[in-house]
């Protein structure tokens, strides 16, 4: 008896724990139009139903960061005037649904437009894509920012003369074992790789190899590493094209190139935006913008990592930015900047294609999505 009863408690543990199906969904967004600032819904996995919960007032909050311990939040602060952005602190209570301000700081960096923190809550990194820089401030214990304690100025440029005349630093992400942080620079077609150590004073060191040069013109933009981190996908802005690399020991080393639109109309402009992998890493999904407002689907091949075409489709809206897959791996929910709106698909789970269902979320310039479960 007392067995069975375990297997029974067993079960309904398993069967509960598996069921996890209520979700906040963070929504940052340009503040120059419709948007107040950050934005928290309610998310139902099963139905893929919102229902608005909260929202602060903030300033061009394009990029946000959620800790480890989902307690506090993390955004860019930016005017857009070409001043100094700044990084910005919010305390989250998971049972309200509800953002408190805590402190901002300024990055030194103008432009900011990617803001990531280490699992341990310590180390927070921004791109400046204006400035060409990458900023590194500390996070206190009470979750507060600290001032700059590293910043560090990329050099150079490439042979698109209307974009890439000087750095334009796009991401900051680190691998998944944290030994390193990765940046894309768009303007000098390079990915620049540095050691990361948490206890140091100033965290980030360059490496021997800390530059892969990327095609000339490319434009790398954002990162998805492998569940592993055995393989690494840079999306390319100004090229339209994925490169696959492998990523042995974070040594990178260059397995694919995939163009991701296909478009084939003569059309020559390009404005690819956002990559993310599938929570088994048996899929990887882009967005494109430019005249093109799509997003593909790729299958992974596990084994040496490259990347076959599926499908692209029109992602219901006018310049897809930044989309998030929740982590059941039933929806894909894309923000578009000029469209304001977030529209909804259904992603088949064994043969990764997507299909657009009616459900959308109307709020101004929608342009990072992160998601968190409520439970």
Request: net charge positive.
């Amino acid at each position: 008896m007392r067995f069975t009863l375990f297997l029974f408690s067993l079960f309904f543990f398993t069967f509960t724990f598996c069921q996890q199906k209520s979700y906040y969904l963070f929504v940052g967004t340009y503040t120059n139009g419709k948007s107040e600032g950050i934005y928290v819904y309610d998310f139902d996995s099963e139905s893929g139903k919102t229902s608005i919960i909260s929202k602060i007032k903030a300033n061009n909050p394009s990029y946000l960061a959620i800790s480890k311990d989902e307690k506090y939040v993390y955004a860019i602060d930016d005017d857009r005037n070409n001043t100094c952005s700044k990084a910005a602190a919010y305390r989250f209570d998971k049972k309200t649904g509800s953002l408190s301000f805590i402190n901002k700081k300024s990055n030194k960096g103008i432009g900011a437009c990617y803001v990531a923190i280490d699992s341990k809550r310590k180390w927070l990194f921004m791109a400046n894509y204006a400035s060409g820089s990458l900023s590194v401030l500390p996070i206190n214990k009470d979750g507060s920012i600290d001032t700059v304690r590293q910043f560090l100025q990329h050099t150079g440029s490439s042979i698109n003369i209307q974009r890439q005349k000087e750095p334009h630093v796009h991401t900051t992400v680190l691998s998944p074992d944290e030994k390193y942080l990765f940046t894309t620079d768009l303007g000098t077609d390079r990915i620049n790789k540095y050691a990361f150590n948490p206890s140091y004073y100033n965290p980030l060191t360059s490496t021997i190899d800390s530059v892969t040069q990327s095609t000339p013109g490319n434009g790398p933009r954002h990162i998805a590493f492998s569940n592993t981190g055995d393989f690494v996908y840079f999306i390319n802005e100004l090229s339209g094209t994925i490169d696959a690399f492998s990523n042995k020991n974070n040594q990178l080393e260059l397995i694919q190139t995939s163009i991701i639109d296909s478009v084939n109309n003569g059309n020559t402009q390009r404005g690819s935006a956002d990559i993310h992998l599938s929570p088994d890493g048996k899929f990887l999904y882009a967005t494109n913008r430019g005249p093109y407002n799509s997003i593909a689907t790729y299958r992974v091949n596990k084994v040496d990592g490259k990347l076959t075409f599926l499908q692209m489709i029109p992602t219901g809206g006018i310049q897809p930015r930044n989309f998030t897959i929740d982590p059941t791996g039933s929806f894909i929910l894309i923000g578009h900047q000029k469209s304001d709106n977030i529209t909804f698909f259904k992603r088949d789970k064994i043969t990764g294609l997507l299909i657009q269902i009616k459900n959308t979320i109307e709020v101004g310039s929608p342009v990072c999505l992160k998601m968190i479960p409520k439970d």
